[in-house]
């Protein structure tokens, strides 16, 4: 056999793996794990609302790492969900390679959205395991000095403010994209609704706009702060998600309005467990 064919038929086993129920479980488990950690970043986020313990704690991943490894165990829940989000990371590579569900799930540009997800998703679940193995600083660190670190960098480099200004402004536009998709209903898209229920589709439709809404709304306030740094060229201005979530406290109602997005981001929580369940992949 020559290479050509074992080339095809290396690729033809690849794909069908991509279609297996192997992958189908990494996907879902990934959906599961991503759902808990923005349910737990929710609960942190709606306690700071308010004042009381909820201001010792940080509204991002590492915050919801130590809530967990606090919980009964703790130290085996972090390692499933790690694993979880490794499974999530191959899932997304499958859709790189192969393309995804979906009538435009083989368009160029969500193969590449899939790649960025992808090493989205190996960061995240690299730093989730070096946590669960004992490297704190990898997974808990506040998410606040690593973006200002990072802004801090980038804004001493040659035409720092060039780089950080449109990077900021990028994450405004995808934050604002995020949200007007699931006040639209996009996400239907990728979901198997006609095997839904009226009532089952009812309320994935109010989970997935309430919390793509408030993610997307978090992620457009994340990108103006990393503006303001670039513009005033402040590293100190560009905010992670825990001081971006606790800057709504400060506008008025504020204790209020950050209440509503902690809740938003919960739904967004649920929102990826109906994904776990219902999800074309």
């Known amino acids: 056999m020559d290479a050509q064919a074992w080339a095809l038929r290396g690729r033809g086993r690849a794909r069908r793996a991509a279609d297996g129920a192997v992958m189908a ?33 940080q509204a991002d991943r590492g915050g919801a790492l130590e809530e967990l490894a606090g919980k009964p165990f703790g ?31 083989h368009k160029p540009s969500k193969r590449a959205a899939a790649l960025g997800r992808c090493l989205f998703y190996v960061f995240v679940s690299y730093s989730v395991l070096s946590y669960a193995a004992g490297h704190k600083g990898s997974g808990s660190g506040t998410s606040d000095r690593s973006t200002e670190d990072v802004t801090a960098v980038a804004l001493g480099l040659p035409g720092g403010p060039w780089l950080v200004g449109p990077a900021g402004a990028a994450v405004v536009v995808a934050g604002v994209w995020m949200a007007v998709r699931a006040v639209r209903r996009k996400f239907r ?93």
């Open 25 to 57: 479980v990494a996907a879902r488990a990934g959906f599961v794990a991503r759902g808990l950690i923005y349910c737990l970043v929710g609960v942190i986020a709606l306690q700071i609302a308010f004042g009381g313990d909820g201001d010792r704690r």
């Open 75 to 105: 130290a085996a829940l972090l390692w499933v969900v790690g694993a979880a989000l490794a499974g999530m990371a191959l899932w997304r590579l499958s859709e790189a390679v192969f393309g995804g569900a979906g009538p435009n799930g």
């Open 189 to 281: 898209d990728t979901l198997r609704t006609g095997e839904m229920s009226g009532r089952v589709r009812r309320f994935t439709d109010c989970f997935g706009v309430v919390g793509g809404a408030a993610r997307g709304i978090v992620f457009a306030a994340a990108g103006v702060f990393a503006v303001v740094a670039a513009v005033r060229h402040q590293p100190g201005k560009a905010k992670g998600m825990d001081d971006t979530l606790r800057s709504f406290r400060e506008l008025p109602a504020g204790p209020w309005l950050l209440a509503v997005v902690a809740l938003g981001l919960a739904a967004f929580g649920v929102f990826s467990w109906c994904g776990a369940r219902w999800r074309a992949v």
